[in-house]
């Protein structure tokens, strides 16, 4: 059985990398933490955007809560107006997700970002029994799960093999394969 290395391949896409300061301590501590090796992997080597849309939100930056931070309370607002506002009107189809059912990490069934597009459409991990799979949400208020690895979700999003995400990301995100990385 052929597998494929997501973050070698995903690496020869990008190319130029700008490296992240990281030292071995916290790259160790967030490993025993639970945070995924891949996804770790990749931040340390590529701290910056994709295509100038998508803006990784790294926990190996220093500034990394304060990044965060904003997009956590973004999220509790939603969640809050929605368990408020919307879940008590019947038959209201305001929202198609059924709400706002996660938590925010470290609670169990936690959401902690580590992406964020221009247009407002934030990757998450969903860190659920030890289990960290992909969380897309945005424009199209619906969560899309993906149960892979970070790097095999860029490198699947960049050569289009997810393609169902429209609603949330741009047509011409990645156009004809060309992938820009812009360092921070």
Not at 17 to 35: M, P, Q, R, S, Y
Not at 40 to 62: Q, R, V
Not at 66 to 91: C, D, G, W
Request: hydrophobic share 35%; aromatic share 18%.
């Amino acid at each position: 059985m052929i597998t494929t290395d997501y973050f070698r391949e995903l690496c020869s896409l990008l190319g130029e990398t700008h490296c992240a300061n990281v030292t071995v301590d916290k790259f160790n501590e967030l490993i025993n933490e639970g945070f995924p090796r891949d996804a770790l992997e990749f931040l340390a080597k590529y701290d910056g955007g994709l295509d100038d849309y998508i803006w990784l939100i790294s926990p190996l930056h220093p500034d990394w809560q304060k990044m965060i931070e904003p997009i956590k309370q973004s999220y509790l607002s939603l969640q809050y107006h929605f368990e408020t506002k919307i879940l008590p009107k019947a038959n209201s189809s305001f929202i198609s997700n059924g709400g706002y059912p996660f938590r925010l990490y470290p609670e169990e069934n936690g959401l902690l970002p580590w992406a964020q597009c221009d247009n407002g459409t934030v990757f998450y991990w969903r860190i659920n029994g030890g289990k960290w799979t992909i969380l897309v949400y945005g424009e199209s208020w619906d969560f899309w799960e993906f149960e892979m690895t970070t790097t095999e979700f860029l490198y699947k999003l960049i050569t289009r093999q997810i393609n169902y995400l429209d609603l949330d990301l741009p047509n011409d995100l990645f156009e004809n394969g060309r992938i820009i990385y812009f360092p921070r």
